[in-house]
């Protein structure tokens, strides 16, 4: 928790967290059906918790275009990594009217799957999503990726945000072992800078951009690659 100051952007639609889209404002309509007049911290709560377990973690799947990015486009989506979903969350909470903006940090994951390490060939997550949000004046972070059936199975202790505390990063697993390590903080915007994102894990990580390009032509024979 943090008294940095919110900025009048935070509360606004951008390129990617377009708060103001129809899907947006549908999920958070669903999310919050019945508790309208529930207090900002509460809607932040629920808005969290739906993030957290409604869409399914998946590392495997990352975005190699653009529009991947768009929280209307996420919201429809039944599963998606930390960044999709920290966008979705960000504009959520946006439209349900609490200040909130994208962050990122690079952290190491002592406990990443075989799968995964063979195809990232680092332990390293560049861009690895959160959440700035703002309530009575605090900041707070908050991670939303990590749903709470994902965490049951691999016993990694599962994050809960109540409005009083930070929700970041899961840094022992159930069995006090070393999970998430904490090495850069890239702060916090409006709306994220996917260009930059893109060619970075193009560059990082290329066995599992080359899969996630091949994902997208099954699907558009016309891809070309992300957009410049």
Known sequence: MSTTACR????????????????????????????????PTEKAILLFNAVRDD?????????????????????GQPSGFCI????????ALRAAGIPAAV????????????????LMETDLFLYHGYVALWLDGK?????????TELCQRFGVKELIFDGHSDA????????????????N??????????????EDFRRAYPKLWQLNEER?????????????
């Open 8 to 39: 009048p952007e935070y509360l606004q639609p951008s390129a990617y967290v377009d708060s103001d889209s129809a899907e947006v404002r549908e999920f958070v309509a669903r999310v919050l059906a019945g508790a309208e007049d529930r207090s």
């Open 55 to 75: 869409i399914r973690y998946d590392p495997f799947h990352i975005g190699v275009t653009a529009d991947e990015y768009r929280a209307s486009r996420i919201a």
């Open 84 to 91: 999709p979903k920290a966008i979705l969350l960000t504009a």
């Open 103 to 118: 962050g990122f940090a690079d952290v190491r994951n002592h406990l990443n799957s075989p799968k995964l390490s063979e």
């Open 139 to 147: 900041m707070f972070k908050v991670t939303p990726a990590f749903n």
């Open 168 to 183: 970041l990063f899961h840094e022992f697993d159930a069995k006090d072992r070393r999970h998430m390590e904490y090495v």
């Open 185 to 198: 903080d890239r702060g916090w915007s409006a709306d994220p800078p996917i260009g930059a994102l893109l």
């Open 216 to 228: 997208v032509r099954i699907s558009d024979p016309a891809f070309e690659g992300p957009a410049k």
